[in-house]
């Protein structure tokens, strides 16, 4: 019987080495007579073990990483086929307690299925929630989009269901809905894991979408540097369209939905969503004033669905299991699971899905295993690279919309960054504003100007120059562009520099820099 082995093609997995693997345990396969089929899956998010490889044993998966190349033929002495042990052998891959632990919704296939392959889509749940939806009136959908709680995680943390009912009573002759998968913030992958891990949840996420509110075509604009995750949703797209799930006549129902990929212009900018429907539509990316809201003029001044990644793959799992399933999990106005991105100098770096309502604690030091230089964390960085640093006194807070914001920080797309106690929060202040100069679209004042103006400011704090009188304009310098920018870039990048004035000062006040 031919023995089954997993090798992951995501992007994480071939940084280091995974196509190697594959090629390697192929060659030996066959020049030692073995019958293997080797497939190719998602990653599991468990980045410190990639590439992670896996064996079927008695329809169990088994683990074994980080492998190389060069470990290919040990495995094989050992017998790893039949999951002997071996220095590399991590036991059953769920069992491991980094996954075990974890509540794996919308992320329940990645890592688990042939990413391309409708079939395995289809014979783990796939396409259940576009069958619900196709037999449910447009109101019905919206309506148990709204009661599941989903709130948007591409940041913004808007209710999905409000929005989308904005679209659905807005008439047109032609709707949109766009999926947002620029992810631009430092730190996050959880975008491109799905994409190149699950892209059919994503397209079923979006065709349910263009049901739900009556639009017959849709645009994902994928960040540029996801070369791997356009071809997984360009080959996914094209799978879906042969068998009737994308088209003109969706399962013979009648329903019509087309679905396009269209690469992003290479600007964090062009992730704000009014930026982000300029670049669609062809121009450069800068923001449109508010309002009209997208949702009523948008991608061509149409009513148009602007949704995250995550938030558009969530969808099926809730029209397939209702939305009191999904509303279950989580805590407060936070509602379902969120898919946490661990990076920086952190151990175990990766994907972790919870509920809402676990401590940052618990995700910093029993999942991530503290620092990876084994020094002691002195802050995070949640949000991407406008989310406030969050000190080590306050890592006993709860992961939740409300109880962050409270504190002054925000969650925006899940991603968390660790840093070391030799991280300096002044040149991190200093890196903040920075990347809002050169990221800043131009059209506003306070952003365009305030940020270079910033960058100065703190520069002479650093180099000791009127220190007390240079903190105070910092602080006012922040308090115009919180209140005068048109987006959230210039409008956020203070919270940075103000979590580092007001938690760190002492980096700011050091001897001067020569
Ligand atoms: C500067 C800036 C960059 C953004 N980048 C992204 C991004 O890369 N991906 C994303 O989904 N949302 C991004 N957003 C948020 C979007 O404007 C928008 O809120 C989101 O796509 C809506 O989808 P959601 O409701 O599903 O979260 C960004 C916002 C700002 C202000
Ligand atoms: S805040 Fe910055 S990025 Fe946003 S519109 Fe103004 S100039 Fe452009």
Known sequence: MSAVVYVPRDAAALSVGAEEVARTIAREAQARDVDITLKRNGSRGMCWLE????VVVAGERYAYGPV?????PGLF??????????????????????????QRLTFARVGVTEPTNLEDYLAHDGYQGL???????????VQDVTDSGLRGRGGAAFPTGIKW?????????????????????????SDRMLMEGDPFALIEGMTIAGIAVGATKGFIYLRVEYPHAHRALTEAIEVAYRAGYLGSDILGKGRRFDLEVRLGAGA????????????????????????????????????????????????????????????????????????????????????????????????????????????PLRAVQIGGPLGAYVPASQFDVVIDYETLSGI?????????????DTVDMARMARYAMEFCAIESCGKCTPCRIGSTRGVEVI?????????????????????????????????????????????????????PVR
């Open 51 to 54: 590439p992670l490889v896996e």
């Open 68 to 72: 190389e190349a060069h470990d290919i």
């Open 77 to 102: 002495e050992a017998d790893f086929l039949s999951n002997r042990p071996h220095p590399l052998q991590l036991g059953p891959t769920e069992r491991i307690p980094y996954f075990a632990s974890q």
């Open 131 to 141: 069958r619900n939806a196709l037999s449910m009136s447009a109101a019905d959908i």
């Open 165 to 189: 009912k904005t679209v659905l009573d807005t008439p047109a002759v032609q709707k949109y809905v766009t999926c947002n998968a620029d992810e631009g913030d430092s730190g996050t992958f």
């Open 268 to 375: 964090y900018i062009c992730g704000e969503e009014t930026s982000m429907l300029e670049s669609l539509e062809g121009r450069r990316g800068e923001v449109r004033v508010r309002p009209p809201l997208p949702a009523v003029k948008g991608l061509f001044s149409q009513p148009t669905i602007v949704n995250n990644v995550i938030s558009l793959a969530s969808i099926p799992l809730i029209l397939a299991k209702g939305a009191a399933y999904y509303r279950d999990y989580g805590v407060g106005r936070s509602r379902g699971t969120l898919p946490i991105q661990l990076a920086g100098n952190i151990k175990r770096g990766g994907l972790v899905e919870r509920a809402f309502g676990l401590s940052l604690r618990e995700l910093l030091y029993d999942y991530g295993g503290g620092s990876a230089s084994g020094r």
């Open 408 to 420: 002054g920080a925000l969650l925006g797309h899940g991603g968390i960054v660790a840093f070391d």
């Open 459 to 511: 520069d002479r704090i650093l180099y000791g120059v009127d220190r007390d009188q240079n903190v105070q304009l910092l602080e006012d310098l922040c308090d115009t562009m919180v209140e005068g920018s048109l987006c959230g870039l210039g409008g956020m990048a203070p919270f940075p520099v103000r979590s580092a004035l007001r938690h760190f000062r002492d980096d700011f006040l050091k001897p």
